[in-house]
């Protein structure tokens, strides 16, 4: 009761505003707004929401609609929409992956063992007698005096590389168990053009990648988007691929090497392994380049319109795939049509503040981020509002489903003073913040915030939290794992209003409100705090 009254007093001096109180205008994020809009964005009749079909026209058009519904003003010029120009490849390799060494070979089966893709615009792309090298993790990071390729000319040679970066193995390394960039898989195919490799093959690990090998299969036996570049491309490896941790074992048996090899790779100072074999395949593409739309909506700020905070959220999905149980539409109803519901129920909310926020607030439904980040990458780099007028991007990404929670989880916790703004519009519901349950899996880099980060504008992007109110410790946590295990990009991520619970999405998505709602009035610009890698290209 004590505690209670000091967080009164503390509210009359100004110092932390009571639990419970907030705006009047967050009563218009409700559990009917959101269900609404769920329903519609997962809905069969939107074909899993992929760019480039069916799915893209009905759910830009519903987002537009509902932007403009709510008075907000054209994004872009007098369009809600901004073209984002794509190319489509859709990769089939046109045999089994065949490795040949001294002692034989091993024949890998497209998706039971490996996968492979290319980014070259081009009908057909082949890997011929390319020498496999070893490369650790294929990281070159200076600053943590490690560099996988030195000495290693890799140029017509395909690279082997690990998922993850070595903090994953040793605490004392890079970040320790929080993944850097360098972990993340598309760093790996980026290095590995850079090196002048021909290819590049990671070696997928569950616990290292955060999802198991069935995640990998259904996102790469699809087309996959890429943004068009005046070389088509033509600067990446000619082929990025993964293989099984057990066709990895094999691959290390027939080059007459230990397994073990894995692990070695992970200590300080490990050279790269020559491995004395040799891979071909062709890969045969289908390629259709269009445009491909974000879709943008402002609320004009009332005394400094030329600043702005954003509100993201990716409303693709993978649309139709491969079929499981008969099922073959892949509805994206957590991810992300539960973001995007999110996003039309904070700029409903928005409209009804008064008097009005004195930055501009942009609500952004962005394209391709199942497919790289892409929609975000576009906008960061052809923005409405300049970097520096940019105070915070807000991302809204994989809401909560299933239930209120007395905590919140803000990814990448420690990167900037956005910590700060979650913990303080938090206690107001009598919530606490932590950091993810898992910062090996790398989140912070895998939605899209991350691209405005690398332009320097501070990312927030919080999760569900992990302690459920009225359930055991443990409740939260299954939850989110049987997701992840069983529904995460497949067919069965769909909306049921029988078993969802809101009440946890409507509070998450109240204190991101309140976190906007501050920065909207303020005159200062949250800062990048010591450490974070992004601190410098803010200055």
């Given at each position: 009761m004590r505690k209670f009254s000091l967080l009164l007093l503390a509210a009359s001096l100004g110092q932390l505003p009571a639990i419970g109180q907030e705006n009047p205008a967050a009563g218009a994020i409700n559990a009917d707004v959101l269900s609404r809009h769920i329903s519609v964005?997962?809905?069969?009749?939107?074909?899993?929401?992929?760019?480039?079909?069916?799915?893209?026209?009905?759910?830009?058009?519903?987002?537009?609609?509902?932007?403009?519904?709510?008075?907000?003003k054209p994004g872009n010029g007098n369009s809600y929409f901004q073209e984002v120009p794509m190319v489509n490849i859709f990769s089939q390799p046109a045999?089994?992956?065949?490795?040949?060494?001294a002692k034989g070979a091993i024949n890998l089966k497209y998706l039971e063992d490996y996968v492979a893709a290319t980014r070259r615009v081009q009908n057909q792309v082949t890997l011929s007698n390319?020498?496999?090298?070893?490369?650790?993790?294929?990281?070159?990071?200076?600053?943590?005096?490690?560099?996988?390729?030195?000495?290693?000319?890799?140029?017509?040679?395909?690279?082997?590389v690990m998922v993850n970066d070595p903090g994953f193995a040793d605490s004392t390394l890079f970040k320790g168990r929080t993944m850097t960039y360098y972990g993340r898989w598309t760093y790996k195919f980026e290095e590995a053009s850079r090196q002048g490799a021909t290819g590049c093959i990671i070696?997928?690990?569950?616990?290292?990648?955060?999802?198991?090998?069935?995640?990998?299969?259904?996102?790469?036996?699809?087309?996959?988007?890429?943004?068009?570049?005046?070389?088509?491309?033509?600067?990446?490896?000619?082929?990025?691929?993964w293989i099984s941790q057990e066709s990895a074992v094999k691959l290390f048996e027939l080059a007459g090497l230990s397994p073990d090899l894995m692990r070695q790779a992970k200590n300080k100072g490990f050279k790269p392994v020559d491995l004395h074999?040799?891979?071909?395949?062709?890969?045969?593409?289908?390629?259709?380049?269009?445009?491909?739309?974000?879709?943008?909506?402002?609320?004009?700020?009332?005394?400094?319109?030329?600043?702005?905070?954003?509100?993201?959220?990716?409303?693709?999905?993978?649309?139709?795939?491969?079929?499981?149980?008969?099922?073959?539409?892949?509805?994206?109803?957590?991810?992300?049509?539960?973001?995007?519901?999110?996003?039309?129920?904070?700029?409903?909310?928005?409209?009804k503040v008064q008097p009005g926020p004195e930055r501009s607030l942009l609500f952004l439904a962005v394209t391709g981020e199942e497919q790289g980040l892409l929609g975000s990458e576009y906008y960061a780099s052809h923005p409405v509002f300049a970097p520096a007028k940019t105070v915070a991007d807000i991302n809204l990404d994989v809401m909560n489903y299933f239930g209120r929670t007395k905590d919140v989880t803000v990814i990448g916790k420690g990167q900037s003073e956005l910590d700060e703004y979650v913990q303080r519009s938090a206690a107001k519901q009598g919530r606490v913040t932590i950091?993810?349950?898992?910062?090996?899996?790398?989140?912070?880099?895998?939605?899209?915030h991350?691209?405005?980060?690398?332009?320097?504008?501070?990312?927030?992007?919080?999760?569900?939290?992990?302690?459920?109110?009225?359930?055991?410790?443990?409740?939260?946590?299954?939850?989110?794992?049987?997701?992840?295990?069983?529904?995460?990009h497949s067919p069965k991520d769909e909306f049921d209003p029988n078993t969802w619970k809101l009440d946890g999405m409507i509070e998450d998505l109240k204190l991101v409100f309140d976190v906007g709602l501050s920065l909207s009035n303020e005159s200062t610009f949250p800062k990048w705090k010591e450490g974070s890698e992004f601190k410098g290209i803010r200055k």
């Open positions: 964005l997962a809905s069969d009749a939107f074909e899993g929401r992929k760019p480039f079909t069916r799915g893209e026209d009905s759910s830009i058009n519903y987002i537009a609609a509902r932007l403009k519904a709510l008075g907000l045999s089994d992956l065949v490795i040949k060494g390319s020498e496999l090298v070893f490369a650790g993790y294929g990281i070159v990071a200076p600053e943590y005096n490690w560099n996988d390729y030195k000495g290693l000319n890799v140029k017509g040679k395909t690279v082997v070696i997928h690990e569950t616990a290292a990648a955060s999802y198991p090998w069935k995640v990998v299969r259904s996102s790469w036996s699809n087309s996959k988007l890429h943004l068009q570049t005046a070389d088509n491309n033509m600067s990446r490896t000619i082929l990025e691929g074999l040799q891979t071909s395949l062709v890969i045969n593409n289908t390629i259709k380049k269009s445009t491909s739309h974000n879709v943008l909506g402002i609320l004009p700020g009332t005394k400094r319109p030329q600043e702005c905070v954003v509100y993201s959220a990716h409303w693709d999905h993978f649309g139709i795939g491969e079929s499981i149980n008969g099922d073959s539409i892949y509805n994206g109803a957590v991810d992300n049509a539960s973001g995007t519901a999110g996003l039309i129920a904070l700029a409903t909310a928005f409209t950091p993810e349950d898992h910062p090996e899996g790398g989140w912070f880099f895998r939605s899209d991350f691209n405005f980060a690398k332009k320097g504008v501070p990312g927030l992007y919080i999760g569900p939290g992990t302690s459920a109110i009225g359930k055991d410790p443990n409740w939260a946590k299954e939850q989110i794992a049987t997701y992840n295990r069983e529904r995460y």
